[in-house]
């Protein structure tokens, strides 16, 4: 049973680089859901995409975050010019979809900016 | 968005029941609850979900009162692996059957020996 993947794991980058995550989410599922988890807090919802095409964004996406899903299989999430209040764990989540569908989390992207 | 209360943290003793209680007294009527947990520094884990009727799965068995403004999230025989924040979430869908899911704080479970 393949999951959600996501890589890095971890990652540490100076204050102004540029980072960019992956995720493979579960084959065939045509749903795929960005969330960002500060420590102490719970996930929040950042974009969602079906197949290739990105349908949602949360105002908490500010215009230094880029989501892709080209050929509506893998994701990235790039951050550009990373502040350290972008430092945060990174998960993603997919979906079969249907009328009472389930999300699956990956095992999410832990970002330190330094 | 309907939104949901629990208690911060409770602690169980292995091998006997985990009751979790979660308040979403203004839940419509045809929002699901869901129910995930975390364990530390992993990514969430979906537990159960449930609309009206009591359910059951492997893991654990949802019960949701006849208002549905409460529901409780019983682990029958808890161990130590089961030791996590839980949320209890009520789905906010858009776009038809998408759903932004509202994690809150949760509530921590130690179980203990």
């Known amino acids: 049973d393949t999951g959600v993947s996501q890589d890095p794991r971890h990652k540490i980058t100076k204050r102004g680089q540029n980072v960019t995550f992956r995720c493979d989410p579960i084959s065939e599922h045509n749903r795929l859901y960005w969330y960002r988890q500060t420590l102490g807090q719970g996930p929040e919802f950042l974009t969602y995409f079906q197949n290739e095409a990105q349908l949602e964004k949360s105002r908490l996406l500010s215009d230094r975050f880029s989501a892709e899903r080209p050929k509506g299989s893998f994701s990235t999430l790039e951050i550009q010019r990373t502040e350290q209040g972008d430092s945060a764990m990174y998960l993603c989540a997919s979906s079969p979809g249907g009328w009472v569908e389930t999300q699956y989390f990956g095992p999410g992207t832990r970002l330190l900016v330094l | 968005d309907a939104k949901t209360t629990q208690p911060t943290s409770m602690d169980c003793a292995e091998g006997r029941a985990a009751n979790l209680p979660c308040n979403h007294s203004?839940?419509?009527?045809?929002?699901?609850v869901y129910w995930y947990r975390q364990i530390h520094s992993q990514g969430p884990q979906y537990i159960i979900h449930g609309l009206k009727n009591n359910e059951t799965n492997e893991m654990a068995s949802l019960i949701i009162t006849e208002d549905r403004k409460s529901s409780t999230l019983i682990l029958p025989h808890a161990t130590l692996r089961d030791t996590a924040v839980y949320y209890c979430?009520?789905?906010?869908?858009?776009?038809?059957?998408?759903?932004?899911?509202?994690f809150g704080t949760g509530t921590r479970l130690q179980v203990t020996l």
């Open positions: 979430i009520v789905r906010v869908t858009f776009l038809g059957t998408a759903s932004k899911l509202t």
């Open positions: 203004t839940i419509s009527g045809n929002e699901y």
